[in-house]
C-alpha cells in the first residue's frame, strides 16, 4: 500500500481501496541541543532492500511516513523535514503532540513537505539536504528506496511496509542517531505508562478484541500484527479467534470482511476508529453494524477524532502518552 495505513491512509486507499513560540529564541531549523550520540560510528542498519551504513552522527535528518519524526523528536532532535500528516494534524500537517515536542524544544516547525499516494517528494526532499532519511515505518518501494538513497542514506522499514512494530521504530531512530540508550528509556517510560494503565483496569485481562475501521463501503479488520493491535494486547487484551481466522487480502495489516458476514467477527470488544463522532454514530446505527456481536452486547468501543484516532492507529513514542488516557476510557467504558 502507498501510504500510510492511518485511518487516513486507507481512506486514501480506498478511493482506488483507504506552534506555539516561546518567549526563548527558537533552535535553527535541522539544529537542536539534543545530547551527543552515545554510540559509536559507523552504523550499520539491515532492513527490507539491504543495509545502509551511517557513516557518521546526522545532523540533517528527514522522515518519512509515520512514527520516525515522533521518535527523532522524543530523543530531541528537530528534523529538517517531515512528510505531512494530514489526519489529525493541523493546517501545515503537524500533529498535536509533535506540535508540543517542537514547543518544549524550542524549535520552529521544520520543512513539512506534501505526504503523497504516488511517490515521496522527491524534489523538496532533496532541497532540505538531509543527510539521514528515516522510513521506518513507511510503504515506500524498492525502487522509490534507490532514488531517495541518492539524496541520502535511507533506514526503510525490517520487513514489510507498514507493519514497523512500533517500539522497533524508536529502537531503529535511536540507533540511527546513535542515541540507543536514550531510545530505551523512551521505550522504558512508555512501557511503564502502559503497565500502569493495565494494572489500573484488571478487568481488559483476557477480554477478546477486533480493531476495524468501516470506510467507503469496505469494512477492514486490522491484522495480529499490526502495531495498533499490539497496543491492546499490551494493555491486557487478546485478539479475538474470529479476527484469528480471517485469510483475505494481500495487505500486511488489514483484511477486509463483507458487511454479511460481520455476525462471524465475535468478540468482547469491537474497537472502531471514525474521523469525527458524527461518523461514529453512523457506523453505530447501521444494521450491519449491529449484527457484530460485540456491539449487539454493548462492547461497542467508540474511538472517536482524528488525532484521538491517529495517535493509536498505531502508537508512537509522542503519541502514546497524548492519547492514552482518553483511549483506555473509551475501552473501560465498554465494559462497565
Known sequence: MSRR??????????????VLSGCAASTPEGETDAPAASDAFPVTIEHAFGETVIESEPQRVLTLGWGSGDAVLALG????????????????????WAADALTELGAETPLIFPATTDAPAYEQIAEAAPDLI???????TEEQYELLSEIAPVV????????TPWRDVISITGTALGQSAAADEVLADIDALVAEKAAEHPEFEGKTVAATFDVGGTFYVYKPADPRVEFLLDLGLENAPAVDALSNGDSTFFYTLSYEKLDELDSDLLIAYAETEEVGDIFAAQPYAQSIP?????????????SLVASVSPPTALSLPWGIDSFVDAIAGALK
Not at 529538517?80 to 503537524?94: F, L, T
Not at 526503510?156 to 507493519?163: I, K
Not at 460485540?294 to 482524528?306: F, K, P, S
Open 5 to 18: 495505513p492511518r485511518l487516513a491512509a486507507l481512506a486514501a486507499a480506498t478511493a482506488a481501496l483507504i
Open 77 to 96: 532532535v528537530v528534523p529538517v523535514g517531515m512528510e505531512a500528516q494530514n489526519y489529525g494534524g493541523d493546517e501545515n500537517g503537524v500533529l498535536p
Open 134 to 140: 528515516l522510513a521506518t515505518y513507511s510503504g515506500i
Open 156 to 163: 526503510a522499514y525490517p520487513e514489510l511496509p507498514w507493519s
Open 294 to 306: 460485540a456491539v449487539a452486547n454493548g462492547g461497542l468501543v467508540a474511538v472517536n477524532g482524528a
